[in-house]
């Protein structure tokens, strides 16, 4: 059965068309390059450019596939988490095309599509089969997961705070690299030094009422005091030696967070005795990471960086095991912004 799956969570509108066989005939993803003045992504101004793009984006996916409507045997969209304005562009539309058609409808979990985007037949291998210990790590959601089946998944482990890609921005914008940040600083971090400064390499506040041990061997994640680090260090150095130093800070600030990635990511790996790891979400693109990625003593699966960032395939590719609904079943569906669909 051919998919056409849409995404529309944050501020790339994204579209896709896959074969039975898990391989991507298409994936289209159209970047907003409008929110860097603000510094992060402006909900209503991400949902107008969505409005704007979705049919143009659609069409691009069929045409590239080679594909037609007539063709597509169901469709798909995020349902959430994300931005509510966002998505119900994505979902609103998937719906239309679907009930227009009477075809079946596959309502998507954001954070299942990136556990999804490993078992895609992309140009890396794949796909990834289960069981294996899943990474997630985006602008959005730090998390680990112990995948049993190709449907669900079972969280071992989360931030209690900021998310890693976040972090990330963040670091960015405090060493002057505006939105988004991630790239940047990683550019600016390669010539640097990242034993210069000494930020932890798992940081932050411990979940309230539990001892720091506990933290420091359990399986969540924590940014934020990573964060307060780096803008004490900008604040003791002062902008002059912030600026000549920049590529240390960054260097540095970035081995931080890969670390607690890494760390967490061999712990949940021995305890679960598996030795499949798969990676997913915007921060699997991060050059360093990946490099450390490769030093584990484990089978490890990065899909490529275009299934990484946000992208329609992964969520036709969690389509092809989720739940189906038939027409008129799915007409009431409603987008969410946070938690999760029962797993």
Do not use: W
Not at 54 to 81: R, Y
Not at 113 to 142: M, Q, R, W, Y
Not at 243 to 269: C, F, G, H, K, P
């Amino acid at each position: 059965m051919t998919i056409l799956a849409l995404e529309t969570s944050c501020d790339d509108t994204c579209a896709a068309v896959l074969d039975d066989d898990g391989r991507a005939r298409s994936s289209v993803i159209s970047s907003q390059h409008v929110h860097d003045r603000f510094g992060g992504v402006v909900p209503e101004i991400a949902s107008r450019h969505h409005l704007e793009l979705v049919n143009v984006v659609v069409d691009s996916a069929l045409e590239q596939a080679g594909a037609t409507l007539e063709e597509i045997g169901l469709l798909a969209a995020t349902q959430g988490p994300g931005l509510v304005g966002a998505l119900l562009v994505g979902l609103s539309t998937g719906k239309a095309l679907a009930a227009a058609r009477r075809l079946p409808f596959a309502p998507v979990d954001h954070l299942q599509g990136h556990v999804a985007a490993n078992f895609l037949t992309d140009g890396d291998g794949g796909p990834f089969e289960p069981p294996f210990v899943c990474l997630i790590a985006s602008g959005g959601h730090t998390l680990l997961a112990l995948v049993t089946e190709h449907d669900g998944y079972e969280v071992l482990g989360r931030t209690l705070d900021d998310a890693a890609g976040e972090a990330f921005d963040k670091g960015a914008r405090m060493l002057g690299l505006g939105y988004p940040g991630g790239a940047a600083l990683e550019q600016l971090a390669a010539g640097g030094d990242p034993t210069a400064f000494s930020f932890p390499g798992s940081p932050g506040e411990v979940r309230r009422g539990a001892p720091r041990k506990a933290f420091a061997e359990g399986l969540d994640f924590s940014f934020a005091g990573l964060k307060t680090a780096l803008l004490y260090a900008t604040r003791e150095l002062g902008s002059e030696q912030t600026a000549a130093r920049a590529a240390d800070l960054a260097a540095s600030y970035q081995a931080a967070i890969v670390s607690s990635l890494i760390t967490r990511s061999e712990r949940a790996l021995e305890r679960t005795g598996l030795g499949r790891l798969a990676v997913g979400g915007g921060v699997a693109a991060n050059g360093e990471l990946r490099r450390r990625l490769g030093e584990l003593s484990a089978t490890v699966h990065v899909p490529e960086r275009s299934l990484c960032t946000d992208n329609a395939a992964m969520i036709a590719s969690a389509a092809r095991y989720g739940r189906r609904l038939e027409y008129p079943d799915y007409l009431s569906l409603d987008a969410y912004a946070t938690g999760e669909t029962a797993r």
